[in-house]
């Protein structure tokens, strides 16, 4: 099985390795502090009760699954027999760029460089590296366990070569490889970010309310959740953050974010993650009600 390191231990980053590890490869799990490690293991570890208590996989799995983790803080530690890097940091442009020329001066030569940002340039991170034709998106959904999409974007010079070990990763890891090429917000959120913004639209013009919106998208479009209870479940912020690039990206207005989307990440109301955005979480999300001020 393939060496494989994961840059970044948040959501993503841990959801990634527990995923890589259960399917037998050992993984490289590094980020700034040995605080944020020893979080994402106590995330993997419960993340592995629960698959055990639906009867997925068995406590000698799990158990072998943490065994091929390991949690180095130094980048070039968790590189240097790396196949396949898949980088998971924030998705902030500047830390990405960063990132990348340290993956591409501490890596082997042949390793593959993957990202998996959800809506930058895999052409601009890998300008920054002296392999371009080795660097690909790779933008797991989340809960990275569970859900079945692998969108593998294409930079400018990906090669195909590299495409196809990546789309055969994705498929030994349990995964749908789709194949896209890097234009902002991929497939993915090009179309769902849109949807979100002119749930949040209707909201803000008095259409209707949270719970009318999000149930019409449910019961009349069979989504497993309305787009205002997505919103939340992705962040504001980060939705907030792909239509920004989206609208600098194409340049047309249909893309500009609503101002109650922009108040509400201004006022720190970014959904789950801070307790309220359209809906109020508590004991995690097991309590949901539309937050007040939309009542």
Avoid: W
Wanted: a neutral charge; one cysteine or more; glycine letters at 8%.
């Amino acid at each position: 099985m393939a060496h494989i390191a994961v840059i970044g231990s948040g959501t993503m980053g841990n959801g990634i390795a527990h995923l890589c590890a259960l399917k037998g490869h050992e993984v490289y799990l590094t980020d700034t502090s040995e605080q944020a490690l020893k979080k994402a293991r106590e995330t993997i570890d419960r993340n592995l009760d629960r698959q055990i208590a639906a009867e997925l996989i068995t406590a000698e799995e799990k158990q072998k699954t943490l065994s091929r983790i390991h949690t180095p803080t130094a980048l070039p530690d968790a590189v240097a027999e790396a196949m396949v890097v898949i980088e998971a940091a924030t998705e902030q442009q500047a830390v990405k760029l960063a990132i990348f020329r340290d993956l591409d001066r501490y890596a082997p030569p042949g390793a593959i460089l993957a990202s998996n940002t959800s809506s930058l340039s895999i052409t601009r991170l890998a300008a920054v590296t002296r392999r371009p034709e080795q660097v690909i998106g790779m933008h797991f959904m989340n809960p990275v366990p569970v859900m079945r999409l692998v969108e593998v974007i294409n930079g400018y010079s990906t090669s195909q070569a590299v495409t196809r070990e990546v789309c055969a990763l994705a498929e030994q890891l349990g995964k749908t490889p789709c194949v896209v090429n890097d234009y902002p917000g991929f497939v993915s959120n090009r179309i769902l970010m849109p949807m979100i913004n002119e749930a949040v639209y209707a909201l803000f013009e008095g259409v209707a309310g949270v719970t009318q919106i999000d149930t019409v998208m449910k019961l009349g479009m069979a989504h497993p959740m309305g787009p205002l209870q997505l919103a939340d479940f992705i962040g504001l912020d980060v939705c907030l953050s792909i239509l920004r690039i989206l609208a600098e990206g194409f340049g047309q207005p249909k893309y500009a974010p609503c101002p109650l989307l922009v108040n509400m990440v201004e006022a720190g109301k970014l959904g789950r993650k801070t307790g309220e955005g359209f809906y109020e979480y508590r004991d995690g999300a097991k309590t949901l009600t539309v937050s007040t001020r939309f009542l």
